[in-house]
Structure formats: C-alpha cells, structure tokens
C-alpha cells in the first residue's frame, strides 16, 4: 500500500489549500483515513479523520476551517483547509488503516500506513 501526499505551499493567513491524498493497494473503501501534522521541534499531531463509512472527526483547532472527505471512486482522500493561520504551517501527512470499525483514530500509531507528507507554510 502507498500513499502519496500533495498540494502543499506557501500562502497568506485567511487564504485556502487543499491537500489530496492518493492511495494504492487494496481496496480503498476498507480504509479509515486520517491526516496528521507535524511543525519543526514538535511531535506528529492529529488534524482529521474519515472513516470507512464517511464519518469524520477533526482537532478542536481545525473544526469549522479544515474539512476532510473521500473519494473511493478514485482512490483519494482530501483535506479542504480554508481560513489557514500561521500556526497551521507544519508538514502535513496522509495515513491509512484498513478497517471497517467506526471508531474515529486519533494516534499516529494507530495507523497503519503513511504518506511522505507535504508542506504547508502560512505566512502572517
């Protein structure tokens, strides 16, 4: 299974990114997928999960900015992320887990594969 982040940048405070995820192997739709973050001298911190299902959870910072979806159509899993702070800036990494259990994984250990990750940098 590979997973390969992108859509990362550098863009202003209050401005939008949406980053994509795009996985292969087995079947997409087994998968819980989540996105993590992580900022220099800081550890892995979680951003967003959506279950197999379509469910979702979110970090309490991201909430109401940040959405998540799928597609499993296309193998791809998305992070919408609008009204982006300077405390978003971090690398930001796709994961996956094949599960079909509707609890929502917040730990980076709880996931089985992960992407390279992509940059995300806001400026003030």
């Known amino acids: 299974v590979q997973l390969q982040a992108s859509g990362g940048g550098l863009v202003q405070a209050g401005d939008s990114l949406s980053l994509s995820c795009a996985t292969s192997?087995?079947?997409?739709?087994?998968?819980?997928m989540g996105w993590f973050r992580q900022a220099p001298g800081k550890e892995r911190e979680f951003v967003a999960t959506i279950n197999w299902n379509g469910g979702t959870s979110y970090e309490a910072s991201v909430k109401g900015r940040f959405t998540i979806s799928r597609d499993n159509t296309k193998n791809m899993a998305y992070l919408q992320m609008n009204s982006l702070k300077p405390e978003d800036t971090a690398v930001y990494y796709c994961?996956?887990?094949?599960?079909?259990?509707?609890?929502?994984?917040?730990?980076?250990?709880?996931?089985?594969?992960w992407g390279q990750g992509t940059q995300v940098t806001v400026s003030s």
């Open positions: 994961a996956a887990v094949v599960t079909y259990s509707d609890y929502y994984r917040t730990i980076p250990g709880q996931y089985t594969y």
């Open positions: 192997g087995r079947p997409f739709g087994r998968y819980a």
